[in-house]
T-cell receptor, first 115, second 110 residues
Framework: GAVVSQHPSRVICKSGTSVKIECRSLDFQATTMFWYRQFPKKSLMLMATSNEGSKATYEQGVEKDKFLINHASLTLSTLTVTSAHPEDSSFYIC???????????FGPGTRLLVL | AQSVTQLDSHVSVSEGTPVLLRCNYSSSYSPSLFWYVQHPNKGLQLLLKYTSAATLVKGINGFEAEFKKSETSFHLTKPSAHMSDAAEYFCVVSDNPMRFGAGTRLTVKP
């Protein structure tokens, strides 16, 4: 099956710094990718839809200036958490839909801890 | 908009006994439905999917799910639980993007 990777797998940063998370589709192209956030023992919450060549679409309540998304190519989307604060600590997961169907392939996730 | 409701936040079974994880969906048209599993500290893995073909869908690791339009349900079952099945299970509806249920934590007792 298709593979989606994320980097880094975990990151610890100081409050006020910015952190970039990469999501790559390794063996297929994705014009659209999705970013989710998962709190401990909770479900996945969709944050935004990343669109190659255009602006990302954010879900209601998600600050676009806080969570910057760039879909640089057909295989790469990045999520930058700007001026991170402890409440931004979470598990961030990206996904990309297979070009030939409806199945989403998920990255392994990035655990962010802001001190 | 489509949505899913997972009726149990936690299910506990003994090893070797059947597993039933319940999911109801809400949709104005025939949806595509999925079950994903998430093991601790691991990524989401697709178990099975329904895309308007056969109503009984077989997935990996012995799991299967039946799409019942009359009951708007897509329950996940397995005849005999294994210790390795302990994980978080998500029922998902494809609404481009996907919408996740709240999850059901499956515990398997020896």
């Amino acid at each position: 099956g298709a593979v989606v990777s994320q980097h880094p797998s975990r990151v610890i940063c100081k409050s006020g710094t910015s952190v970039k998370i990469e999501c790559r589709s390794l063996d297929f192209q994705a014009t659209t990718m999705f970013w989710y956030r998962q709190f401990p023992k909770k479900s996945l919450m969709l944050m935004a839809t990343s669109n190659e060549g255009s602006k990302a679409t954010y879900e209601q309540g998600v600050e676009k200036d806080k969570f910057l998304i760039n879909h640089a190519s057909l295989t790469l989307s990045t999520l930058t958490v700007t001026s991170a604060h402890p409440e931004d600590s979470s598990f961030y997961i990206c996904s990309a839909p297979e070009p030939w169907g409806e199945t989403q392939y998920f990255g392994p996730g990035t655990r962010l801890l802001v001190l | 908009a489509q949505s899913v409701t997972q009726l149990d936040s936690h299910v506990s079974v003994s090893e070797g006994t059947p597993v039933l994880l319940r999911c109801n969906y809400s949709s104005s048209y025939s949806p595509s439905l999925f079950w994903y599993v998430q093991h601790p500290n691991k990524g989401l893995q697709l178990l099975l999917k329904y895309t308007s073909a056969a109503t009984l869908v077989k997935g990996i690791n012995g799991f299967e799910a039946e799409f019942k339009k009359s009951e708007t349900s897509f329950h996940l079952t397995k005849p005999s639980a294994h210790m390795s099945d302990a994980a978080e299970y998500f029922c998902v509806v494809s609404d481009n993007p996907m919408r996740f249920g709240a999850g059901t934590r499956l515990t398997v007792k020896p």
